[in-house]
């Protein structure tokens, strides 16, 4: 999916990206994201914020969603520098740690996202899991029930939360 010529909105980019992740177009949404990413850092400094975290959160996503999970961090840890508010950032840093079979770093990022949004019930359930993956059971049965108690009847994040507290 080509730009028009002397296109080089770094808006029109990640607008690109996120409608190639839509349809599953993983590789070329991360190559979309990068160049919004490359075009924000060039020039215009006064519009740097939501365009470019949301760049870089996106790149990150993709990456994760190639199996490059290692080197989603490093975009993931930036979108959240540029908008430390967003939940989403967070957790999804708590997941790429998960994977990586990080659980302290795991931990630290969904218990970031709960802090910034109390009520994700996804990071909950995420960080109740990773907790007891990592032995830390009656921390894990904690979040796990926090987590139920705010996730949607029948939601995956309410599903996995049973699924794991009845093996606690």
């Given at each position: 999916?080509?730009?028009?010529?002397g296109d080089d909105s770094s808006d029109a980019y990640v607008i690109?990206?996120?409608?190639?992740?839509?349809?599953?177009?993983h590789q070329e949404a991360a190559?979309?994201?990068?160049?919004?990413?490359?075009?924000?850092?060039?020039?215009r400094p006064d519009q740097k914020s939501t365009h470019l975290m949301r760049a870089y959160f996106d790149y990150g996503l993709e990456l994760m969603a190639l199996g490059r999970v290692n080197e989603s961090i490093a975009p993931l840890e930036k979108a959240a520098s540029l908008e430390p508010a967003m939940a989403d950032v967070w957790y999804s840093l708590g997941n790429a740690y998960r994977k990586l079979r990080q659980p302290d770093a795991a931990v630290m990022n969904f218990q970031k996202a709960v802090q910034v949004k109390p009520g994700h019930a996804e990071a909950w359930v995420n960080m109740g899991i990773t907790l007891m993956e990592a032995g830390r059971t009656q921390e894990a049965r904690q979040a796990l029930e926090r987590g139920r108690e705010l996730a949607k009847p029948d939601s995956e994040a309410d599903r996995l939360a049973n699924r794991y507290l009845q093996r606690l």
């Open positions: 999916a080509a730009m028009a010529a690109l990206a996120a409608g190639l992740s839509g349809v599953g177009r190559d979309a994201a990068k160049r919004a990413i490359d075009i924000d850092q060039n020039g």
